[in-house]
């Protein structure tokens, strides 16, 4: 292929919310080399706080469809038809929305898009019994109507393709930005102060979209219990979604108001990790969360659900796992309380140079400029 000519991947999102899957997206998005590689974007939502504007700013153009929950099946089906038509062109298609990428690779497949993958970021969401059947089903037709299979770990390889199948599944680590993570003092000195948080104060914290898996309430109750242990403690909560006004309710409601911060969405995460002294991360389904690599980066313990996969645990000592449920509340709360002493200033870095998005945008590149060459060529594997 010549390299001179740009090729153009079309990634398909829910929205570009400040968020897992969106936010690797965007890591890999400023890190390839745009005049090579440039990203579209199909969406289904438009949220306020997004990354929309600097990825018009980077070059890429963004459209919208319906999502299949307000128009149904067949509508959604033709409404990803209609946009296959009108905007010919794309070789590569890189979809990223579990079970339903199935509908969407059906489609580009029929469009004639040679090269079609499917990105799982997550894995064991509980639905009920007839949408169990239903995702099982687009799981099992994904496999034919995909030509490539991407995950973030085993864990969500297994979940969204099957076992059978996860030999052929290319592992794409959830990357970091590194250089970010070296110390600066300063900073973090200048956030403490601009969040009146005093020295010596146990800083406990989590970042993520307010939603049901991230499973915040849990997090309230934890931290209501490490008031109990040490009155001087504070929870910092970066990150909104749906979900935000109802957990600041129920902090007001326990009288924790004053102890529990909500930040929203922040570009300056680096520094908020390094604030804190303990990461909490009690979800109830993960895949592979680029934050608890960030924040092992940042040299913090980390307390999370054992529903986690412990391929996020990359051995440097900061990682322990528990189980969730009422009754494991107050051993959240002791290890939280302890955990906060155990931080590390340093960190083993040729472990975490393996997470590089740097290193990671290039391989990923790389990929697309090859079977970009093979689909030109007629030799598509």
């Known amino acids: 292929m010549n390299s001179k000519r740009i090729s153009r991947v079309l990634h398909v999102l829910g929205s570009v919310g400040i968020g897992g899957a969106e936010t690797f997206v965007m890591n890999l998005y400023r890190n390839i080399d745009r ?36 128009v149904g099946y067949l509508r959604y089906r033709k409404a990803l038809a209609d946009f296959f038509r009108e905007h010919p062109g794309y070789n590569i298609i890189h979809s990223h929305i579990n079970e339903t990428s199935e509908i969407v690779l059906k489609e580009a497949k029929k469009s004639g898009i040679p090269i079609r ?56 680590r959830n990357g970091i930005d590194i250089d970010k993570f070296a110390n600066d003092n300063n900073e973090v000195s200048e956030l403490r102060t601009q ?32 008031k109990e242990v040490n009155n001087d403690s504070v929870l910092l909560l970066a990150g909104d979604g749906s979900l935000r006004g109802r957990i600041e309710e129920k902090a007001s409601r326990l009288g924790l108001k004053d102890s529990i911060k909500f930040l929203g969405i922040r570009d300056d995460i680096h520094v908020i990790l390094k604030l804190f002294d303990v990461f909490i991360m009690p979800s109830l389904y993960e895949g592979f969360p680029v934050t608890l690599i960030e924040a092992q980066a940042s040299g913090l313990m980390c307390i999370v659900s054992d529903r986690i996969s412990r391929e996020v645990d990359l051995g440097l000592g900061l990682l322990e796992f528990l189980p969730l449920g009422k009754k494991y509340i107050d051993d959240w709360a002791r290890k939280v309380a302890l955990s906060g002493k155990r931080k590390k200033n340093t960190i083993n870095e040729s472990v975490i140079r393996e997470f590089d998005i740097k290193e990671i945008a290039f391989e990923i590149q790389s990929f697309y400029i090859a079977k970009q060459s093979e689909s030109e060529d007629g030799n598509v594997s």
């Open 35 to 70: 005049s090579i590689v440039q990203f579209d974007f199909l969406l289904h939502f438009h949220e306020e706080k997004s990354y929309e504007k600097e990825i018009k700013d980077l070059g890429g153009r963004i459209f919208y469809i319906p999502h299949i929950t307000e």
């Open 117 to 172: 993958i499917a990105h799982s970021h997550s894995s064991y969401p509980k639905y009920n019994l007839i949408v169990k059947i239903i995702k099982g089903l687009l799981k099992f037709q994904l496999t034919h109507n995909a030509t490539h299979y991407f995950a973030c770990g085993e864990r969500a390889a297994k979940w969204l393709f099957g076992k059978k199948n996860v030999s052929n599944v290319k592992i794409v």
């Open 195 to 226: 969040l009146g948080i005093k020295d010596g104060t146990l800083v406990i914290g989590n970042v993520g979209r307010f939603n049901p898996p991230k499973n915040h309430d849990y997090m309230i109750d934890v931290f209501a219990e490490v």
